[in-house]
């Protein structure tokens, strides 16, 4: 008999149909369809099914056990026509599966398969409705994944304008994904077209490995997310059920993000208000109760403080992670430094006890494009670069975005100039050393006195066999490393990712490092990583 069975691969998506000849008025909300799969381990998973037209409901499961299952789906109200049982085997495959959060372990994140990860990631927010308006979105999720991106920050509610002055000239057609429209919306029903257009990018980005940030409320001042005397919580459910049910199925979703700068909530006004952490657990814990594939659950902030570990400590278990976001300096004399971003990740960060990603430093501004967000302005290719390396010397995945193509402009054939930058980091920390075994180390700094965004930074292993440290602005570095350990030390050019050899000298138990002189057209010097390496 076994071999009759329906056969499915470990972690991979499966789907199953049913279909009704029942009239419904609104098949969206007068019947709720629902699986429950059993698995090998006797464990369970409820899983919500979704209407997508023509009489037609879908379930979507994703199975990570092998061996033998069995499936009952059935609607409520019932309906026959929607009744199925059935069995099917989960075959063995190599699979690195569903990323995790493990706090305290690696920088935080890990694959089913005991991979430590290291996210690389860039923001196209409004990546779905691009697809939907015809442009070449295969061609740049391709490119994102060679170059070695593992994620990006997306929204299935699209913009179409950005304060002060981002209209998004790009779109051609209506991304609206309810019924209805902004003017006299139907929250009751789901645009399929547009829900088709985004299945398709789901499904590349699962055949390249790509992950996806999936933000289910977009910025909480656009209709209808500061409108919640009209987005009543009914409404809100019926949203979320409906993304969980069409997209939780999905390896490539990394993160269901509650809101992009929860603190928007209820009102669309930006600043700190505990009613939000109070939504944001209340939902976290509704999300993980709907969407049992088991995902991680995660809210962007807006405000950085209070810090999150008071946030969130009412129910510690709702929010797995923090895709925190922090921009440094941006005016015209220091934009360049990005200065001040690691301590306000220490201070934010202090205490919390879940993941973390820093997930926003700004938006590389391309000047060839008018300037409609002013902030943006000196968020040039070397605010990208140092920002990534201070947040990445604070043990933290990056993430990034470029004016080309986080939301208004939509010029994806095309990478700018600090997109390379990163292409170096993510070498260093995944070819160079073993980021997954360092951590940040300020006391093998020597102490001294340093003006705003010029103090080295140092990461370690916990042995110290390797130490790196990064120099914003070059100059030198005095550090504290053990004296039984014989290290060869060298310099990376996080512009041009080369290497050449450092010298040392030592005084009072320090070793110290001189970092090569030079700096860019603008006068700025050059910043610098020293690697010491006792391997």
Not at 123 to 150: I, K, P, W
Request: glycine share 10%; hydrophobic share 35%.
């Amino acid at each position: 008999m076994g071999e009759h069975l329906e056969k499915v691969p470990y972690r991979s998506v499966h789907e199953w149909t049913v279909q009704s000849e029942r009239a419904y008025e609104n098949p969206f909300t007068d019947v709720r369809v629902d699986a429950t799969f059993t698995a090998p381990s006797g464990r369970t998973f409820t899983i919500p099914g979704f209407y997508d037209g023509e009489h037609t409901w879908r379930v979507r499961f994703n199975p990570n056990e092998v061996g033998r299952w069995t499936y009952r789906i059935a609607a409520y109200p019932e309906d026959p026509d929607l009744h199925r049982e059935g069995e099917f085997e989960v075959t063995p495959r190599e699979a690195r599966g569903f990323l995790k959060a493990t706090p305290g372990h690696a920088w935080g994140f890990h694959y089913e398969s005991g991979e430590p990860a290291f996210i690389l990631g860039d923001t196209t927010y409004n990546l779905f409705g691009m697809a939907h308006c015809g442009l070449d979105v295969d061609s740049f999720l391709r490119r994102r994944a060679e170059q070695g991106f593992n994620l990006l920050r997306v929204r299935v509610p699209v913009s179409p304008f950005h304060p002060p002055d981002g209209y998004s000239d790009w779109q051609t057609r209506r991304t609206w994904p309810w019924g209805g429209s902004e003017q006299s919306p139907r929250f009751d029903r789901f645009n399929l077209d547009y829900f088709h257009t985004v299945d398709q990018v789901v499904r590349q980005a699962e055949e390249l490995g790509l992950g996806f940030e999936m933000i289910m409320e977009a910025w909480g001042f656009e209709f209808p997310f500061n409108s919640r005397n009209i987005f009543v919580p009914e409404w809100e459910e019926l949203w979320m059920r409906y993304l969980i049910a069409r997209y939780d199925a999905f390896n490539c979703v990394y993160f269901w993000t509650l809101m992009n700068e929860y603190e928007y909530y209820p009102n669309g006004n930006w600043h700190y208000k505990p009613v939000a952490d109070r939504w944001a657990m209340r939902m976290g814990r509704w999300v993980k109760g709907v969407a049992q594939h088991g995902h991680i659950v995660s809210v962007h902030n807006g405000p950085r403080e209070p810090v999150f570990a008071r946030r969130f400590a009412a129910d510690p278990g709702a929010i797995d992670a923090i895709l925190f976001q922090e921009w440094g300096t941006r005016d015209r004399e220091n934009g360049w430094l990005a200065a001040g971003i690691e301590e306000q990740i220490e201070r934010s960060l202090a205490g919390w006890w879940g993941s973390a990603v820093f997930a926003e430093y700004g938006y590389e501004r391309n000047p060839e494009l008018p300037l409609g967000f002013p902030y943006h302005e000196f968020c040039d290719p070397e605010h990208t670069r140092r920002g990534a390396w201070r947040g990445a010397f604070c043990a933290l995945g990056i993430i990034h975005g470029f004016e080309n193509s986080w939301g208004p402009f939509a010029v994806l054939d095309r990478d700018q100039p600090g997109l390379a930058y990163l292409l170096h980091l993510r070498r260093f920390f995944t070819e160079m050393v073993p980021f997954h075994r360092m951590r940040p180390a300020p006391e093998l700094i020597a102490p001294g006195a340093y003006a705003p965004g010029r103090r080295p930074l140092a990461l370690a292993t916990e042995d110290r066999e390797v130490v790196a440290a990064y120099l914003p602005v070059g100059g030198a570095v005095e550090l504290t490393l053990p004296t039984g350990k014989r290290y060869q030390a060298r310099w990376f050019d996080p512009r041009t990712g080369d290497l050449q050899a450092a010298g040392m000298s030592e005084a009072d138990g320090r070793r110290r490092f001189v970092a090569p002189p030079g700096q860019d057209e603008q006068g700025h010097p050059w910043d610098w990583v020293l690697v010491a390496d006792s391997r």
